[in-house]
């Protein structure tokens, strides 16, 4: 699903309004209707107290349309104008005329000195500020979202939390709105989906509101939300005449004393994600342990009985993946640069071999292209430097990424993959994948892929998915404490029936055909 930026959301807006020849307050009208019929079919008419906080702005206008709709239904509601400003805008005013046609009249709140009493049970609908927002609020509109929260009242947000801006990080964090949920217009939006921004919106939900799919088609997005739709497309079916020759041979080099667990990890994601052939390249500690554990992957040691000290191999994987738990003893640097030196195979580097090239930046330059690189945000940052915010750190991920032509795989709740300058925000995964080991799983997962015939971004982006989806199905068992990294492995072969199963379609009733009787 593309994610728009605010600017091509107010070009869609305007694009929209003219093709199809309707106000710009039959828009906000849409808007409107779409958020009552989601509270609607919620509520179902229940006499709770509905408190709108709006802003003068299209936001705004938005929630006091909302409120005609409500008091229309007979709900319970108190409607206030956040008037932080003198430039109201003209379909705000146009739905303010509507309210009071109506005798509704909403309370002008313009200091902290008067803030209506909001009980627990009351639902909040925060419609302040929009994708609109270009400065800081007033103190005092601070103060009034601190009111809002302290009274602990479920907190529903139009379009965005308030005082979230759509394209820089935030200065003050007590002046955004935290959501228990958002209401977002058409297309889902980046802050959803960033860790400082992201947790404000605890909780989102599009609703279409009948912008112009011809250009939001054609326009050209920086970001997209990877779901099923974007990775069903990717998928390679298996062959009936395949043989294990077919899905590729993967190398995993990696371990040391006391870490060989994480290349068994590593190994066992590439076995259940469809590698033909699993090696593992370890210190010789690492022989009998993978050899009784996982029977499936073949070992060759290293000469070192604790660590990597040269790699060398007599076989000729697809794919090659490098640095879980491999540790940055001198020798295992040497090894490691003298490898590079040599190899041209594809590559898929992780933990301790990203922080041996983050420490010796000239070995970059001997990635070969289209190398995969799976930094968390720490890995992340000693590669690429520090970021004031979220937005930054994407601009330098894209400027590395381009600089070594490597796909980036940043991971986090919602890890978002970079290559050419575009980024693929996944979908799945829960906190419950917070543990030891599971990024050594996605490595291992990632260069399967490869290994089976997958571009090195499409491995990068369908194994994302995949590992974040077998994390999703594995907690249906164990819930997300109780979830360890092997049975995010085990589980990669639910993830992929998961592809192909259809949506649970609700029973309806269908209308009757009288003639058919
Ligand atoms: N296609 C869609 O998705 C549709 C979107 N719709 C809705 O429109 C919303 C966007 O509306 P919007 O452009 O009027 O901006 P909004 O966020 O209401 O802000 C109001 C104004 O306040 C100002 N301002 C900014 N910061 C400020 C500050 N700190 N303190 C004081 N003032 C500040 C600034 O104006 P300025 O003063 O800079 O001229 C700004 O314009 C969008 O989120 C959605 O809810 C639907 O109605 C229809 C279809
Ligand atoms: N809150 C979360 N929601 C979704 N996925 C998560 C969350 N926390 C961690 N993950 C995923 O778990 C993995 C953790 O990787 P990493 O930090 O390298 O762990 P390790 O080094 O122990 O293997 C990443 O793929 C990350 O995206
Ligand atoms: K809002």
Not at 211 to 236: S, W
Not at 268 to 284: A, D, E, F, I
Not at 285 to 296: A, F, Y
Not at 479 to 501: E, M, N, R
Request: charged share 20%; with cysteine; hydrophobic share 40%.
């Amino acid at each position: 699903m593309k994610i728009f930026s605010g600017e091509q959301i107010y070009e869609a807006d305007r694009f929209t309004i003219e093709k199809q020849g309707i106000t710009s307050d039959a828009l906000m009208e849409r808007a409107a209707m779409q958020i009552f019929n989601w509270l609607h079919l919620r509520m179902q008419g229940a006499p709770v107290k509905i408190h709108l906080f709006c802003g003068i702005g299209n936001n705004g206008g938005d929630g006091i349309a909302l409120a005609r709709h409500l008091q229309e239904h007979g709900y319970h509601i108190a409607v206030y104008v956040v008037n932080y400003s003198q430039a109201r805008s003209k379909d705000f005013l146009i739905n303010l005329e509507r309210l009071k046609d109506r005798k509704i009249w909403p309370e002008f709140l313009d200091s902290d000195k008067h803030f209506p009493e909001i009980g627990r049970e009351d639902i909040v609908v925060d419609a302040i500020f929009g994708i609109g927002l270009n400065r800081p609020p007033a103190p005092w509109v601070v103060n009034l979202m601190q009111h809002l929260h302290r009274s602990e009242a479920f907190i529903l947000s139009v379009d965005v939390p308030s005082g979230l801006y759509t394209n820089k990080g935030i200065e003050n964090p007590d002046a955004v709105v935290k959501a228990n949920f958002v209401l977002s217009f058409q297309a889902p939006k980046l802050v959803f989906f960033l860790p400082e921004t992201g947790v404000y919106s605890n909780q989102w939900e599009i609703l279409d509101i009948g912008l112009d799919q011809e250009y939001l088609m054609q326009t050209e997005n920086e970001y997209d939300l990877i779901g099923k739709n974007e990775v069903l497309p990717l998928y390679k079916p298996r062959e009936k005449f395949a043989h294990k020759g077919s899905y590729g041979h993967s190398l995993i080099i990696g371990g040391s004393r006391g870490k060989i667990g994480a290349v068994h990890l590593a190994a066992r994601g590439c076995l259940r994600v469809g590698s033909g052939l699993v090696t593992t390249y370890v210190p010789k500690c690492g022989l009998t342990p993978l050899q009784s554990n996982l029977p499936e992957a073949m070992v060759i040691n290293d000469s070192d009985e604790y660590y990597i000290s040269k790699i060398e191999f007599d076989i000729t994987p697809k794919a090659i993946a490098i640095g879980v738990g491999l540790g940055k003893e001198k020798t295992t640097i040497r090894a490691f640069t003298n490898f590079l030196k040599a190899n041209d195979l594809p590559l898929v580097v992780d933990a301790d071999a990203l922080n041996i090239l983050s420490e010796n930046k000239t070995l970059l330059k001997l990635l070969p292209k289209e190398s995969v690189l799976t930094p968390h945000p720490k890995e992340l940052e000693r590669l690429i430097g520090t970021w004031k915010d979220d937005f930054e750190k994407l601009k330098k991920a894209k400027a590395f990424s381009k600089k070594y032509d490597c796909v980036l795989v940043i991971k986090g709740a919602h890890t978002i993959t970079i290559y050419e300058g575009r980024g693929y925000i996944n979908s799945t995964g829960n906190p419950g994948m917070a543990t030891a080991g599971s990024g050594d799983v996605l490595t291992g997962i990632i260069t399967g892929l490869i290994a089976q015939g997958y571009p090195s971004l499409n491995a990068a982006v369908f194994g994302v998915y995949l590992h974040g989806r077998a994390g999703d199905i594995a907690i249906e068992e164990t819930g997300y404490q109780a979830l360890i990294a092997s049975a995010i492995a085990d589980t990669v072969g639910k993830a992929y029936i998961d592809l192909f199963k259809m949506p649970e379609v609700t029973q309806q009733e269908e209308p009757q055909d009288e003639t058919a009787k």
